[in-house]
């Protein structure tokens, strides 16, 4: 099941279930579901409610065209600081140190954790913002990110997909001068309007585990990044049991994966983004999250 936020024509926000037979969303509301954003059905909504939440939508042919509503960032505004993984794809990993051996040259023995302040997630279809005088390095990032379902502490190996509530895209928009010029990556990660999100959110039921998903970037129309969630050099598994045993994983926290290969700054000579560039996030079984650089 695919479950958006969105802005309806009367300017509400509410979650809906996407029907993609009929191109339309259905407002959890009129099923007789009140949430009021994502976080809260995050929250509140059990796995057996997701289930009946997918029963009671199929075969309706009611709801709006997506064409006429506003699609927002699925969870437009995050509880906590995303979770990010650094060069978790081995061919990721190596174009990096090329550009910058001392900020990247990472061994990869363990995961890469840090972390992007998110004030407010944009979602597919609205601009990144270009940041004349203080970005001149804007660099795309194709990321699988996971939507914790509930509280998770202390998971055990091969239990971890019990506690995902579904999966999106996202664009891990980075600012490559600040963060290298900080030492760290938090900066040039986390300036407003660098965390495209979206579509929606599909749940964790439709995805076969573990996620083995095509992954692609287009620039301009350009495939620029293509690679298998199935390559992550240190899976989802991994990571949230890892993290779960010294930190308590809310409901709502998001994991994003890491990037493969094909970003800007892996090009000799580099190619990054520039104003009213076209950056197209698609995840196989997911869908697709395109942006447009600001002027």
Known sequence: MKIA???????RKQPGIVNEKTGKIIPLGSMGYEYNDMNDLIA?????????????????????????????????????DIICLGVNYAKHAEEAARYKKEAFDLKAQYPVYFSKRVNRAVGTGEEIPNYKGLVSNLDYEVE????????AKNVKKGESRDYIF??????????????????????????????????????????????????????????????????????????????????????GTIISMG???????????????????EVLCVIENIGELKNRVAD
């Open 166 to 251: 579904g999966y999106t895209i996202l664009n891990d928009v980075s600012a490559r001068e600040l963060q290298i010029r900080h030492k760290q990556w938090y900066f040039g990660k986390s300036l407003d309007g660098f965390t495209p999100m979206g579509p929606w959110i599909v749940t964790e039921d439709e995805i076969a585990w573990p996620p083995r998903l095509d992954i692609q970037c287009y620039v301009n129309g350009e495939l620029r990044q293509s690679d298998n969630t199935g390559n992550l050099c240190f899976d989802i598994d991994d990571v949230i049991c890892e993290l779960s045993r010294g930190m308590t994983l809310r409901p």
């Open 144 to 151: 699988l990110a996971v939507i914790i379902g509930k509280e």
């Open 44 to 80: 509140r909504a059990s796995k057996e409610t997701i289930r009946a939440m997918a029963d009671a939508a199929d075969g309706r042919e009611d709801g709006t065209a997506l064409g006429e509503v506003k699609l927002l960032a699925p969870i437009e505004y995050p509880q906590q």
């Open 259 to 277: 990037t493969p290969e094909g970003v800007g700054m892996g090009f000799d000579p580099p190619r990054f983004l520039k104003a009213h560039d």
């Open 5 to 11: 936020l969105y802005c309806d024509k009367n300017r």
